[in-house]
């Protein structure tokens, strides 16, 4: 009788072990789902934003680039653009380096 009683004893502390095992972790998948929604999600949002905004570039569009250079496109390949930022002054630069496009003044 004793080893029966002994073996159910066992299982409960095996399933009350299990249980705060998983209450424990419980705040650290609360952490992994913040830093998802709070710190990744957008960071994925505004890559994917800037890579549509990269693609829809063209021929004469007025952009400024993460150096500062302002110009016209005057050429685009698919990791290149020529900028003309003067008179017959063209500069190739990454295109990927493209921020924005300048707002008419």
Known sequence: MMEIAYAM???A???QGAQQ???SLLP????GLI???LLIRPQQKRQKQHRMFLESL???DEVVTAGGLCGK???ITDNYV???ISDKVRVKVLKSTIIDRMKGE
């Open 82 to 84: 020529t900028l003309e």
């Open 28 to 31: 650290l998948i609360l952490l």
């Open 9 to 11: 004893g066992n299982k």
């Open 21 to 23: 095992q998983w209450v």
């Open 13 to 15: 502390q095996e399933a």
């Open 73 to 75: 496109i005057s050429g």
């Open 58 to 60: 063209k021929k004469g």
């Open 35 to 37: 830093f998802y929604f």
